[in-house]
């Protein structure tokens, strides 16, 4: 009965057919479309998460430069096997100030969300130098360029620029102050590296890339910890 009707009524009908087939594709559409605008159900904005600081910014940058994400994840998803392993599974507000986010595709090393505050500035000074001094048997190569290399302040204050176009919430005129944010973390960093004996310029690359590293998901763990989502 119903492939009569279709057959015998609808498919004839030119007319008819496209109307009514106009009729469900519009249906299907605003299904999709309605929620995404209702606030309720927009993307969740998470006030825990914070945008990354200059430095950390710069770190990301080389993150991306050298394609870390051919080898790693940053996202957790909601199964045991993952959360008993990285830590809670990853929400949709955690990436709110990620342009663009790093989810990935591929796991040739761990996953990375949670990565910071994991281990000591120590830890990633000697294992980006020779991954398996760290992790014997690790099959990641090592990067010593970024020991020599030195991040450009001017690069910064340009991505800094790009993401307040994105939407970003920084303070206006990158130029008048990211200068000085860089050298504070920097400092600090280099400092805590220096007391364990390890040599590296508060403006070098790997200075720059381990304050991003210590930063991924520790704002979502706060974040998930105050019940936020
Ligand atoms: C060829 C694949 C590959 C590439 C490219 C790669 N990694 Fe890895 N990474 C691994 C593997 C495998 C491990 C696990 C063994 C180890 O600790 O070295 C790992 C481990 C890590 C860890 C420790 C994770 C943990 O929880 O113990 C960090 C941090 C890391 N990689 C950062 C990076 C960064 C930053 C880059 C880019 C500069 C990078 N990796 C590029 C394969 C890769």
Redesign the pocket.
Same mark, same amino acid.
């Given at each position: 009965m119903a492939e009569n009707f279709h057959r015998g009524v609808l498919e004839p009908n030119a007319r008819l057919f496209a109307v009514l087939s106009t009729v469900a594709v519009t249906i299907g559409g605003l299904v999709e479309i309605v929620p995404m605008y209702s606030s309720a159900a927009g993307p969740e904005h998470m006030d825990e998460v914070t945008p990354y600081t200059p430095l950390e910014l710069a770190g990301r940058d /080389? *993150?991306l430069r050298?394609?870390?994400y051919?080898? =790693?994840s940053q996202m957790i998803r909601p199964m045991q096997a993952e959360t008993l392993r990285y830590g809670p599974w990853t929400r949709a507000g955690e990436y709110q100030y990620d342009h663009p986010f790093q989810l990935g595709s591929r796991r /040739?090393?761990?996953d @990375?969300q949670r990565?910071g505050a994991? *281990?000591p500035d120590a830890w =990633?000074y000697d294992?980006?130098k020779d #991954?398996r001094a760290?992790?014997p048997g690790?099959?990641? #190569?090592p *990067?010593p360029w970024l020991y020599e290399a030195k991040i450009d302040k001017d690069d910064v204050v340009a991505s800094v620029g790009a993401m307040t176009t994105l939407g970003v919430p920084y303070q206006d005129n990158p130029e008048t102050w990211v200068a000085a944010a860089l050298d504070e973390q920097g400092k600090a960093i280099a400092g805590r590296l220096a007391e364990t004996k390890r040599d590296a310029a508060p403006d070098s690359e790997i200075v720059a @890339?381990t304050a991003y @590293?210590q930063r991924l998901g520790v704002d979502g763990r706060k974040a998930i910890a105050a019940g936020s989502n």
């Open positions: /080389i *993150y050298e394609g870390c051919n080898c =790693h /040739i090393g761990p @990375l990565v994991k *281990y =990633h294992h980006m #991954p760290t992790s690790s099959i990641m #190569p *990067y @890339l @590293l």
